[in-house]
């Protein structure tokens, strides 16, 4: 049985712009169940308060917010939350947003800082991949990894959706992806770049006798046919940054393989933005490809991307860095 979406009505003077954003939301396959609910109840307000004009002032949030007595504050900073995506959207479609979110806006996110790796990093990483040495066996993981590696750096995947690929995802002669059903259900096809599409394309003719033929078959598969466990790839990726010069600081701080998405999501961003595309535009893009469930988790990346890159606010849309939120709860 397919749940059907919840209908909201908005008769504020915010009503087009919340309606063009829940839209958006749901064209690309998002949830609109909570946003449509803190937008109603921000609506009912503006409505019952007389809100004639359509500025998103500091005085109307600030007020809004302090309408709610009492409230936990998970629940105050998911509305912020909601706020700020919808601010972003409204400021896109040349509506007046004067609001400026508060420094200090937390929510129950992961404590974990992401590692962004640096070019050089990156460089060296792949070094000590390509010279790890020849297993013992039947075993291909010394060519697997360097390859699964540049996988996970050049397209965001979780390590689970890089190892579930098989050789019907891998289309080598257009250039695409297809994860099918990753993480909360989704699907999604993605473009790669050429050079990628190049070391695919030699990794597979060089090992096709071990990979085979049927499309069945896993791309990156162990020898007995199977994936590899994604253990496999975080003991490997421990060793590696050993040997690159890259220390880890300890359990639960990395750097993780998982960083490798992490730094993918930076870069993309940085290069949308600096190819002239709308800061919201560009979230909206890297969420869909990412498999992110909601835009909120792509946002995290503003704060990485502007802690990085410090030209990138410079290059954005955006009104100031207190745009950025500090902490949220992100998708991985």
Not at 113 to 128: H, L, R
Not at 142 to 154: D, Q
Not at 283 to 292: F, K, P
Request: hydrophobic residues 35%; glycine residues 6%.
């Amino acid at each position: 049985m397919i749940e059907k979406e919840r209908k909201f009505e908005f008769r504020s003077v915010f009503a087009p712009y919340i309606e063009n954003y829940l839209q958006l939301k749901l064209s690309f396959g998002e949830k609109i169940a909570v946003p449509g609910t803190v937008l109603r109840l921000f609506d009912r307000y503006c409505i019952e308060n007389n809100v004639l004009d359509t500025v998103l002032t500091n005085k109307l949030v600030d007020d809004w917010l302090a309408s709610f007595e009492n409230e936990k504050a998970s629940t105050h900073s998911s509305k912020i939350s909601v706020l700020r995506c919808f601010s972003r959207h409204m400021n896109s479609l040349g509506g007046i947003v004067r609001w400026e979110p508060k420094n200090g806006y937390t929510s129950h996110g992961s404590k974990y800082m992401p590692y962004i790796f640096s070019d050089n990093e990156i460089q060296k990483i792949f070094m000590a991949a390509d010279s790890l040495r020849e297993n013992y066996g039947r075993t291909r993981f010394h060519k697997i990894f360097p390859v699964l590696l540049r996988v996970l750096y050049g397209t965001g995947l979780r390590v689970s959706e890089a190892l579930k690929l098989k050789l019907k995802h891998v289309d080598l002669k257009n250039g695409t992806l297809t994860i099918e059903n990753a993480k909360f259900g989704k699907s999604r096809l993605l473009p790669i770049s050429e050079s990628l599409r190049s070391v695919l394309n030699d990794y597979y003719c060089r090992n096709s006798d071990y990979i085979g033929i049927s499309e069945d078959n896993y791309f990156f598969p162990n020898p007995f046919g199977e994936r590899y466990s994604q253990r496999t790839v975080y003991d490997k990726f421990r060793e590696v940054l050993w040997k690159s010069g890259i220390p880890h600081r300890g359990k639960g701080k990395g750097p993780r393989v998982h960083d490798l998405r992490h730094t993918f999501a930076v870069r993309a961003l940085r290069q949308l933005v600096q190819s002239g595309k709308d800061t919201y535009v560009a979230l909206t893009a890297i969420m869909v490809y990412l498999g992110h469930s909601r835009i909120g988790s792509t946002e995290y990346y503003l704060r990485l991307t502007a802690n990085v890159f410090p030209d990138f606010l410079q290059k954005s849309d955006l009104v100031c860095g207190t745009a950025i939120p500090e902490e949220v709860k992100i998708d991985e």
